[in-house]
C-alpha cells in the first residue's frame, strides 16, 4: 500500500510540473503548423522480451495478455524540425488467468518532422515519463518477484512510428513499444513489461 502511495504521488507529481501554457515558437515570424492537440487508441499484445527485443516483432514471443489504452497529447514547443509536448494515457493489462491491471501515465513526447514518400508522411516520435499500475501481469509478475523490487512505479518509454496521408493529415495510424521499466535500477532493478502495440490518432 505504501509503494502504491508513493506511485500515485509520483504521478501526479509529473502532471503538476507539465507546462500547460503554450510556449512561443523559437522563431515568431514561422507560422503555426497546427494539430497542437491529439488524441488517440492503441492496443496489442504483451511480450515475454526484454526492451529492446520487443522490436523483433516479427517473433512469436508473446503472451496471452494484452494492453489496451486511450491518450491524449498537446504540443506547446516547435523548433525547426522537432515538436515537443506532453502525453497523459490510461490502459488496461488482461489476459487468461491474470489480474487485470490498470495503467496510467504521463510525460513529454517529441516528434520529428515527417519524412514524406510521395503523398504518405512517416513521423517518428518518442514518449518518455512515469507510469503507474495497479497490479503486475505476466512476465512482469515473474521478473518482480525474481528483483525483489515493486513495479507500481517504473518509468515509462514508448517508441513510435506514425503514417498519415496528405488528403486527411488530421488523421494517423502508429506502431508503438509500450515500456515500462527501473531505469537501470534507478527505481527498480526490473525490465517490467513491453507490449507490441498498433493504435489510430487523431489530431486537431
Known amino acids: 500500500m505504501l509503494n502504491r502511495t508513493r506511485a500515485m504521488l509520483a ?11 503554450p510556449l512561443a515558437q523559437d522563431n ?4 503555426a503548423t497546427g494539430h497542437d492537440e491529439a488524441v488517440f487508441i492503441f492496443g496489442g499484445p504483451l511480450t515475454q522480451s526484454y526492451f529492446g527485443d520487443a522490436f523483433l516483432v516479427w517473433t512469436d514471443n508473446y503472451e496471452a495478455n494484452v494492453f489496451a489504452g486511450i ?3 498537446r504540443f506547446f514547443y516547435d523548433y525547426q524540425s522537432f515538436r515537443l509536448g506532453i502525453e497523459a494515457g490510461l490502459g488496461v493489462r488482461m489476459g487468461p488467468g491474470e489480474p487485470t491491471s490498470a495503467e496510467a501515465w504521463a510525460g513529454l513526447v ?8 510521395g503523398p504518405v508522411n512517416i513521423t517518428p516520435s518518442i514518449t518518455g515519463g512515469f ?6 501481469i505476466g ?3 515473474t521478473r518482480t518477484l525474481a528483483s525483489g523490487d515493486s513495479a507500481a512505479l517504473l518509468y515509462y518509454l514508448a517508441p513510435e512510428i506514425a503514417v498519415s496521408h ?5 488523421w494517423e495510424g502508429f506502431g508503438r513499444i509500450q515500456h515500462r ?3 537501470f535500477g534507478t527505481i527498480a532493478h526490473i525490465d517490467g513489461s513491453n507490449a507490441v502495440t498498433l493504435g489510430l490518432r487523431y489530431k486537431f
Open 28 to 31: 515568431p515570424d514561422q507560422p
Open 11 to 21: 504521478l501526479g507529481a509529473t502532471l503538476l510540473l507539465l507546462p500547460t501554457a
Open 181 to 183: 521499466s527501473g531505469g
Open 139 to 141: 512476465s512482469e509478475t
Open 110 to 117: 517529441g516528434r520529428l518532422t515527417e519524412v514524406e514518400v
Open 166 to 170: 496528405d488528403d486527411h493529415p488530421e
Open 71 to 73: 491518450g491524449y497529447q
Open 131 to 136: 507510469s503507474v499500475v495497479t497490479d503486475t
